[in-house]
Nanobody, 116 residues
Framework: QVQLVESGGGLVQPGGSLRLSCVASGFTFSNYGMAWFRQAPGKEREFVSGITWSGRQTNYADSVKGRFTMSRDNAKNTAYLQMSSLKPEDTAVYYC?????????WGQGIQVTVSS
C-alpha cells in the first residue's frame, strides 16, 4: 500500500523555524520527484517546493524563496522541508506529493500555524 506520512508540523511564532518530514512507503522512492504543496482555508492548493529524483535540482515558489529549503534522503525514503523566517501567511495545511510518469501520490496533510 502506498503511503506518504508527514510529521513535524505545529504552532510556531513569526520569525521561527520548523522542519517537515515526509516518509514514503509502497513504491520505489528514488524513481519519484517529490514536492510540497500547501492550502489555507478558502484558498486553492498551491505549489511550495519541488525536488528531482536525485536531489540535484530544486525549485521554489517565489513566496518562499530564500526562506524554505527542500531536501531528500533516498536511503531513508524521506523528503524534508526546512522552513525559516516563518510568516503568518505561511499558515496552511502542508501536503507531501510524489510523482513519476503517470503516477501521483499525496500525503494526508499536516497543519502549520504561524502566530503570536
Amino acid at each position: 500500500q502506498v503511503q506518504l506520512v508527514e510529521s513535524g508540523g505545529g504552532l510556531v511564532q513569526p520569525g521561527g523555524s520548523l522542519r517537515l518530514s515526509c516518509v514514503a512507503s509502497g513504491f520505489t522512492f528514488s524513481n519519484y520527484g517529490m514536492a510540497w504543496f500547501r492550502q489555507a482555508p478558502g484558498k486553492e492548493r498551491e505549489f511550495v517546493s519541488g525536488i528531482t529524483w536525485s536531489g540535484r535540482q530544486t525549485n521554489y515558489a517565489d513566496s518562499v524563496k530564500g526562506r524554505f529549503t527542500m531536501s531528500r534522503d533516498n536511503a531513508k525514503n524521506t523528503a524534508y522541508l526546512q522552513m525559516s523566517s516563518l510568516k503568518p501567511e505561511d499558515t496552511a495545511v502542508y501536503y507531501c506529493n510524489a510523482r513519476h510518469s503517470v503516477y501521483e501520490y499525496w500525503g494526508q496533510g499536516i497543519q502549520v500555524t504561524v502566530s503570536s
